[in-house]
């Protein structure tokens, strides 16, 4: 297939360093070389077109590999403007991949290229925050017809999809992989902890030991961004609105108060809940001069960009990916990679050997759906463990850990009632 005609990408030229990255990572996801070996044999998706919406670096670009190395012709887009990585995107169209994106495109372009993805009439589909699957069930249920399923990469996509699901509007099952102990309980939480404090830290090139780092939000992701901020010395505030969560981060050590104390303590600010202004107007009043703020939830809509614009009386880049506002007492806030995705729209994501994980979780749940979506139904369905635990074993084997098994005697004590 004649993918450079069809793509639209910023520049071929950039594709060597594409295909640099992403045979970098390919030697780090020994989970997913293994499914891709396993797909080459069986072609799952031989004759199937599959369409994917994530970020668009060098990890994803491998899982699309893989997935077409099992039989699928695939299309891809990005899952946020500023995530999209151009030399990444030029290499996949080099390697027989359709590709809709470019970083940072503006608003209606990018819309533009979720729509073209979906316009080649997918089988199954991987989204990445339910955009593919929203488009799917509003604007273009004529693309919907022949989707037989498909999976979602995230929490913010998952609550949409069970949204609609319970709405009684779902037309095809869906996956969650993001719910999957080999997904949350590494990607949410060791994934974003690391990758966070790599994109805040390439960006601002600034100290962290002895700082006040607010963490809004300890959920999955916020555990992990918690605990890296404590590692490179900073005091850490979680704010919560879940009572149990917050006794957790009161436990794990950490300060917990409302956003409006806390917003006059910290240094740096990182959202991570999933929900929208969850900073707003007059948390931005109250801190203080450099304040730095960044956002690690799926939507830049964590932070209220429209009320530190109303507080301001100035605003401009003073670094890539910092904005400058000055509010009218003259005190200064910053805001990262304009309240996107800090590890991804100012960062690489998360690190290969987690990805690994979550994109083998993706691989065997596309085929899984493609196998059973017909007597699955129109629901949202959870990875089933055989499928994280393959991938748990896969993974330990890679890293040369052997675990015990059960001796027949455990097993019939742990299976009964009466026996002491
Ligand atoms: N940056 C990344 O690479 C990355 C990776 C995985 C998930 N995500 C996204 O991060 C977000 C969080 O994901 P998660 O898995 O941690 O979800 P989660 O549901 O485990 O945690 C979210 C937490 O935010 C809390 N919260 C909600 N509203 C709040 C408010 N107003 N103030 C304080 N806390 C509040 C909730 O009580 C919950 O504990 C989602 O949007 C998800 O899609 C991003």
Redesign the pocket.
């Known amino acids: 297939m004649n993918t450079v005609n069809q793509s639209i990408v910023r520049d071929m030229n950039l594709a060597p360093n594409g295909h640099l990255k992403i045979d970098w990572v390919k030697e780090h996801m020994p989970v997913l070389n293994r499914i891709r070996e396993q797909f080459e044999k069986e072609q799952p998706f031989k004759g199937l077109k599959v369409a994917i919406s994530l970020h668009l670096e060098a990890k994803t670009a491998y899982l699309a590999k893989v997935v077409q190395a099992g039989g699928a012709e695939v299309t891809i887009t990005g899952s946020n403007p500023l995530s999209t990585q151009d030399d990444v995107a030029a290499a996949l169209v080099e390697d027989g991949i359709t590709v809709f994106a470019k970083y940072n495109p503006d608003p209606q372009e990018y819309k533009e290229h979720l729509i073209k993805t979906l316009e080649t009439k997918p089988d199954l589909i991987i989204d990445d ?1 339910g955009d593919l699957v929203t488009i799917l069930h509003s604007e273009r249920p004529d693309l919907a017809r022949q989707v037989r399923g498909g999976c979602e990469e ?4 998952v609550l949409r999809n069970r949204a609609l699901e319970k709405s009684g509007n779902l037309t095809f099952p869906m996956i969650a992989v ?1 719910d999957a102990y080999c997904k ?1 309980l590494f ?2 939480r060791y ?2 902890g690391q ?2 404090w790599d994109g805040i830290n390439r960006t601002t090139n600034l100290v962290v030991a002895g700082k006040t780092v607010v963490v ?7 555990r992990g961004v918690a605990l890296r901020a404590k590692g490179l010395g900073a005091k850490v505030i979680v ?4 009572g149990i ?1 917050a006794i957790e981060a009161y436990m794990d050590g950490f300060e917990v108060m409302p ?1 409006i104390e806390a917003a006059k303590h910290g240094d740096y600010f990182v959202t ?4 929208r202004d ?1 900073i707003r107007g007059e948390h931005m009043a109250v801190m203080k001069d450099g304040a730095i703020l960044s956002n ?4 830049d809509i964590e932070i209220n960009k429209p009320e530190l614009e109303e507080l301001s009386t100035s605003k401009r880049t003073v670094r890539k990916d910092i904005e400058e506002f000055v509010r009218k007492d003259g005190r200064k806030i910053y805001l990262l990679a304009e309240g996107r ?1 800090v ?2 729209a100012a960062g690489d ?2 690190p290969a050997e987690i990805m690994d994980m979550t994109f083998a979780l993706q691989a065997v749940s596309l085929a899984y759906i493609n196998e059973k979506y017909k007597e699955i139904g129109k629901k949202v369905l959870n990875v089933p463990y055989e499928l994280d635990d393959k991938v748990a074993r896969l993974k330990l084997e890679a890293l040369g850990i052997g675990i015990d098994t059960l001796t027949e005697e455990q097993q019939a004590y742990l299976n009964s009632w009466k026996e002491e």
Do not use: Q, R
């Open positions: 925050g995230t929490t913010t996509g993001n949350y990607d949410n994934g974003t990758s966070v809004v939000g300890y959920g999955w992701c916020g704010t919560e609105i879940d969560k956003m991570v809940t999933g929900n969850v690690a939830g799926h939507f995705l590890n991804l994501g998360h």
